[in-house]
């Protein structure tokens, strides 16, 4: 199957700093990236769908300034979270679609904001 | 609008056969999924119906019935290593994925 990678798989940081999140696809090219974040015990939610050489697409509730997503390869998608602060810590998750439309999973980035 | 339910939790016996239930309702639909996610790892693919029916594969089966707005993932001959979070998500008109909140699969001795 498919490959996903994620960098850092792990990241804490002081608030008020900014993080970015990597997400490759090492062995098939993706046009589209999707990123959710994931709470503890709770399912995933879409954040944002990311689209290479174009802005990404933004889920209601989701401030795009805040969660900057760029994807400027069809092997690459960063997202980073500007000026973090607690309540944004959580799992993200980055994820990108396959030939049969299934979506394969990066391991994912915990992020703990002190 | 966009619902989909399945048991939070459900606990099952080594060796035994465990049925987890989704149902769902949407106004567009274009395919279920089941992924597996172990605590603190991402989701893993288990099985994709967009058509009517059972599909096997190996210790795990997935049905889905488009007109009951309903699916359920068979695990058979379960192992300790099955306790894991199972996801049911459907891919929406608008091409994303909507999730479950999970069901969280307890294998005991």
């Known amino acids: 199957g498919a490959v996903v990678s994620q960098h850092p798989s792990r990241v804490i940081c002081k608030s008020g700093t900014s993080v970015k999140i990597e997400c490759r696809s090492l062995?098939?090219?993706?046009?589209?990236m999707f990123w959710y974040r994931q709470f503890p015990k709770k399912s995933l939610m879409l954040m944002a769908t990311s689209n290479e050489g174009s802005k990404a697409t933004y889920e209601q509730g989701v401030e795009k300034d805040k969660f900057l997503i760029n994807h400027a390869s069809l092997t690459l998608s960063t997202l980073t979270v500007t000026s973090a602060h607690p309540e944004d810590s959580s799992f993200y998750i980055c994820?990108?679609?396959?030939?049969?439309?299934?979506?394969?999973f990066g391991p994912g980035t915990r992020l703990t904001v002190l | 609008g966009q619902n989909i339910d399945q048991p939070t939790e459900m606990t099952a016996t080594e060796g035994a056969i465990v049925q987890i239930n989704c149902t769902y309702q949407t106004s567009g639909f274009n395919g279920l999924f089941w992924y597996q996610q172990h605590a603190g790892e991402a989701p893993t693919f288990l099985s994709y119906?967009?058509?009517?029916g059972l599909e096997e594969k190996g210790r795990f089966s997935s049905f889905l019935s488009r007109s009951k707005g309903y699916s359920y993932l068979l695990l058979k001959e379960l192992q300790m290593k099955d306790s894991a979070s199972y996801l049911c998500c459907y891919y929406n008109q608008g091409g994303k994925l909507i999730f479950g909140q999970g069901t969280e699969l307890s294998v005991k001795p």
């Open positions: 119906n967009v058509l009517d």
């Open positions: 062995d098939f090219q993706a046009t589209t």
């Open positions: 994820s990108a679609s396959g030939e049969h439309n299934e979506q394969f």
